[in-house]
């Protein structure tokens, strides 16, 4: 049996990655979490795409203010030295380089890096894509937090992905409840195992062949 | 003397034609103008083709622009939501097209139709079905697809106060869309909470300048802002939390 991290400890460990200064957008869903876990001495600035620099925890009961939410609608606060903007200067930020991480979720990551997590493509469903393909190509580096494995056992880290792509060739690295792996040029790289989970287990669940850690 | 003030919310949406393209701010129910939505709800102009984020919450405002039957097409990059259930309904009987746009090309279109823009070539979306047949083309090391302008014939927007000349401000990130689909419609059409005496809005804090705006209706303040500042105790959507409690 393998060893996996809960979802908070896996938040833990992203967030631990995250340096003063970064400007970080963290996507809906686990993602989210990721802010629990910030240290609460630095200063690092979170961007939500509907507008805003700077935004701050979920407010208290009382203090909930319909025009102010994040990009799950939820509400949200504003922190000291927080700025508004409008949509087309937001996705400009994302588009234009200007943030430094991006946290996001998956069905599949592929070992060069594409991205699938907007659509299963079932038939019949409604699709929707709202920031998706704009935040996987828009941040210095893009982290994907995930499962390694779907529930039903299947790897989310594949040779090419099966579901329709967010973006191509766009993740820097993927943090899984398993361990954490480096999209490199040459495939993905081993960064960190979590307990005693070893090279050759988590090549044989995921059925690809992984660069070393001190390769 | 420049006056863009209407004197109610019909007027405010006469003209309006069946077929038409209109814009409608929001994202969620943040900046969504739900006082004139209803307004053209009632004018009742059908076959129309709305650009918004979302395809509506709930059954009201957008919601039930949708239910009403007058919108023939949504262009949106979010429609499924948790309480879409209208569109979702309307959508599966085949009552209504969906052009799905990632977010930031939807928000860059709209922005180039404001600024005069023929196409650009953005990122986003490259080497994805949302790109299928579109021209693409390699810049530098980087591959980009070519998107087009998104012209409207109305926008309807909400923003916090205006003057008569239409200058305005936002609150919070109830801005949105509100810029963008002023500069790219050829009728603007916004509700506030308030509208103000001219010289009373600071130069420096103007976010859309007057000349994108042709009507301005004053909708009255809602009851958790009172002079524009937050007074609290309401929910997500503006109920007041006495309210919410009872429904439960």
């Known amino acids: ?215 | 003397m420049i006056d863009k003030t209407v004197p109610d919310l019909a007027t405010a949406v006469a003209g309006i034609s069946d077929g038409a393209t209109v814009m409608i701010g929001g994202f969620g129910r943040a900046g969504q103008p739900v006082e004139l939505i209803d307004a053209l709800i009632a004018h009742g102009a059908s076959d129309l083709t709305v650009v918004n984020n979302n395809a509506g919450n709930g059954d009201t405002g957008l919601a039930a622009l949708l239910a009403a039957g007058q919108v023939r097409k949504m262009i949106c990059s979010f429609p499924r939501q948790s309480d879409s259930w209208v569109f979702d309904r309307l959508y599966r009987e085949g009552k209504v097209e969906l052009e799905l746009v990632p977010q930031g090309n939807l928000a860059e279109r709209i922005r180039a139709a404001g600024a005069g823009i023929g196409g650009f070539f953005t990122p986003t979306g490259f080497g994805t079905q949302l790109a299928e047949g579109k021209e693409t083309r390699r810049i530098g090391d980087r591959d980009y697809v070519l998107e087009h302008p998104i012209h409207a014939d109305a926008a309807l927007i909400s923003a916090r106060a205006a003057d008569r000349w239409g200058n305005l401000v936002y609150r919070e990130t109830a801005r949105n869309f509100g810029p963008i689909m002023a500069a790219a419609a050829t009728t603007t059409i916004v509700q506030v909470d308030e509208i103000v005496e001219l010289g009373t809005l600071d130069p420096e804090t103007v976010v859309t300048p007057g000349l994108y705006v042709d009507r301005v209706v004053s909708v009255g303040e809602r009851r958790w802002l009172r002079e524009g500042a937050f007074v609290g105790g309401v929910d997500i959507e503006g109920r007041a939390l006495a309210e919410e409690g009872a429904a439960q």
């Open chain 1, 1 to 215: 049996m393998t060893t996996r991290i809960s979802r908070t400890d896996l938040a833990a460990r992203v967030a631990s990655d995250i340096p003063e200064g970064a400007v970080v957008n963290l996507g809906i869903g686990a993602p989210t979490l990721v802010a629990d876990y910030l240290p609460a001495g630095l200063e690092i600035v979170l961007h939500t795409e509907n507008g805003m620099l700077g935004m701050g925890p979920a407010p208290e009961r009382g203090r909930v203010d319909p025009d102010l939410i994040n990009a799950g609608k939820q509400p949200v606060t504003a922190l000291a030295g927080a700025a508004y903007f409008h949509h087309a200067d937001s996705f400009a930020m994302m588009r234009g380089g200007h943030l430094d991480v991006c946290v996001l979720g998956a069905f599949q990551v592929s070992a060069g890096g594409d991205l699938a997590n907007w659509s299963t493509g079932e038939p019949g469903a409604i699709p929707a894509v709202g920031g998706a393909m704009d935040l996987a190509i828009g941040a210095k580096d893009v982290y994907v937090m995930t499962d390694l494995l779907t529930k039903a056992g299947e790897p989310k880290l594949v040779a090419a992905c099966t579901y329709p792509l967010t973006g191509v060739g766009c993740v820097s690295r993927v943090y899984t409840d398993h361990g954490v792996f480096d999209v490199t040029a040459e495939g993905l790289r081993v960064r960190e195992l979590f307990g005693d989970n070893t090279h050759a287990e988590i090549e044989a669940l995921l059925g690809l062949t992984l660069i070393e850690q001190d390769a």
